[in-house]
């Protein structure tokens, strides 16, 4: 079974700096990725995803992430941060034959100090 | 405006007694899902269903029940078999090859 890997729980940057958020996966074979973000007491939005194309995604909200199969990471960036970004933000993986049946990551939380 | 409507927002329940926790989606979609959201666990997968009067289990099933009678709405039922039913819960939706679309969550608390 997949599993994912989210390096760190909390993350603190300062409003203008690089956000960088880490994600592994466990498959010999790629599969489906995505970033979602939560906020306080909110359900989950799709930030964006990998489905095989190309390996730089861009999302919402200046978001990106690259997929890199060498080193089972899809890790997600931003290059400057906005206090609005604070939020909790989750990587997911799929198999390609089970679509929607996602494995969460423990997710990581994004604190913005001015 | 098409969505996933979770309702009701906070439950409290005493424990014991089962409990149900509604999601009716207007997206048209095929596929309904119920994820379970602890602190530093991330989401995990109780149930699924991909069509009509048909459902499977997901990794945590177990305490858990749920029925797909309408394309719309896909009911979950945490009953007092499941040993730590206080959590969020999060209803999603998709249709094949797109992403997931959630619902805000009911949050259940059992005291």
């Known amino acids: 079974a997949q599993s994912v890997t989210q390096l760190g729980s909390h993350v603190s940057v300062s409003e203008g700096a690089l956000v960088l958020l880490r994600c592994n996966y466990s498959s010999s074979v790629p599969p489906y990725l995505f970033w979602y973000v939560q906020y306080p007491n909110q359900g989950l939005q799709l930030l964006l995803k990998y489905t095989s194309a190309a390996t730089l995604v861009k999302g919402i909200n200046g978001f990106e992430a690259e997929f890199k199969k060498s080193e089972t990471s899809f890790h997600l960036t931003k290059p400057s941060a906005h206090m609005s970004d604070a939020a909790e933000y989750f990587c997911a993986v799929s198999d390609r034959d089970s679509w929607g049946k996602l494995q969460f990551g423990a997710g990581t939380q994004v604190v913005v100090t001015p | 405006d098409g969505g996933i409507t979770q309702s009701p927002k906070y439950l409290f329940r005493k424990e014991g007694q089962n409990v149900t926790l509604s999601c009716e989606q207007n997206l048209n979609h095929d596929a309904m899902y119920w994820y379970r959201q602890d602190p530093g666990q991330g989401l995990r997968l109780i149930y699924y269903s991909q069509i009509v009067n048909d459902f499977q289990k997901g990794d945590i099933a177990e305490g858990y029940s749920v029925s797909r009678e309408k394309k719309e709405s896909f009911p979950l039922t945490v009953t007092s078999a499941q040993k730590n039913p206080t959590a969020f819960y999060l209803c999603?939706?998709?249709?094949?090859?797109?992403?997931?679309?959630f619902g805000n969550g009911t949050r259940l608390t059992v005291t």
């Open positions: 999603a939706s998709s249709v094949r090859g797109s992403p997931l679309h």
